[in-house]
């Protein structure tokens, strides 16, 4: 059986374990005993009530406090538990009255000593002596404080689902438009019909070759706001991709995109969203790169294309 003195430098460790004072090995134990001891597990829950409750109620200083602050409050999870003590302390000032009432009249003893929160509610003894009125008022607040996470966690679970609708329908929009400009490349008259209501333009780019071949051409209108660039890959060899946008005279990037995958049925093709307004009368080059599972990275090859402006006539460039 552990000693006074063991079970007090356990509780420590305890403590610099919940702060992230342990050295990466120690904390690694702890991470695995919490997980599979289970007697563990409750003593690491008691030490961490008793560590919330000493820093709502203004007790921590010096390096622990600092560590509480830095470490421990970075976790939402754990800034909640400290809302939920700061709530229960507000609880018991509330009542401090109605103690010293009852203590005065003799239905207290003398010598209550004082709890952290969380054993206080569960605590038979003081459940007595305060009566079941205290008690249920506490069991209030703590549901009270419980209703408002859960308020909160159906708000922003509202906000994600309403933030993945847009986006469904952006992609599907983006979808339905590159098969408009396919069309279109059949029926030349529907492209003219359709311009001016063009939002979104697309171009089809081939493989890089080695020797000299013919530049492709997107056109830009007055209102377009994005231009989809659709790589055709020789073969899909890397679990992702990035592009770069270069400034074909200049050799400079412009613009980079995220990690990429190549997408469609039989001859693979890497899709990226540019931005029309960075876009110039010129001539650039989309540089693809292929991501490996390690996170190097290859150079695929360049894809040069034309941008020609609308209100600029081709004599101009």
């Known amino acids: 059986m552990a000693s006074a003195d063991n079970q007090g430098t356990d509780d420590r460790l305890l403590i610099e374990y919940l702060l992230g004072a342990l050295p990466e090995k120690e904390t690694e134990r702890f991470d695995e005993l919490s997980i599979t001891d289970e007697q ?69 003893p003398q010598s209550v000593e004082r709890l952290p929160f969380w054993r206080a509610i569960l605590n038979p003894r003081l459940v007595y002596q305060w009566g079941l009125a205290v008690a249920s008022l506490a069991l209030l607040v703590a549901g009270g404080f419980l209703l408002r996470a859960n308020l909160g966690l159906r708000k922003q679970v509202t906000e994600a689902q309403g933030q993945a609708a847009k ?30 209501q063009l939002k979104i333009v697309s171009l089809l780019l081939p493989p890089p070759t080695r020797g000299p071949s013919a530049i492709e051409t997107v056109s830009l209108h007055p209102g377009n706001d994005l231009v989809v660039l659709v790589l055709t890959l020789d073969s899909d060899d890397f679990p992702g991709y990035q592009v770069k946008l270069k400034d074909s005279s200049a050799n400079q990037v412009l613009w980079q995109s995220t990690k990429l995958a190549a997408s469609g049925q039989g001859r693979k093709v890497v899709s990226v969203g540019l931005p029309a307004r960075i876009l110039n009368q010129k001539n650039y080059s989309a540089q693809l790169t292929g991501i490996k599972g390690d996170g190097s990275s290859e150079i695929i090859g360049d894809y040069p294309f034309r941008v020609l402006l609308a209100q600029h006539s081709p004599a101009q460039h």
């Open 167 to 196: 986006l469904t329908q952006r992609v599907a929009e983006m979808e339905r438009q590159v098969d408009r400009e396919r069309a279109a490349k059949q029926d030349p008259r529907q492209t003219e019909a359709n311009v001016d």
């Open 40 to 108: 563990f597990a409750w003593r690491l829950n008691a030490a961490e009530n008793d560590l919330v409750d000493a820093y709502v109620r203004g007790e921590l200083s010096g390096a622990d406090l600092n560590r509480f602050k830095t470490t421990y409050l970075s976790s939402p999870k754990r800034r909640h538990k400290v809302e939920f003590a700061e709530g229960l302390l507000a609880f018991e000032h509330r009542t401090a009255g109605l103690a010293v009432e009852k203590k005065a009249q003799g239905s207290i």
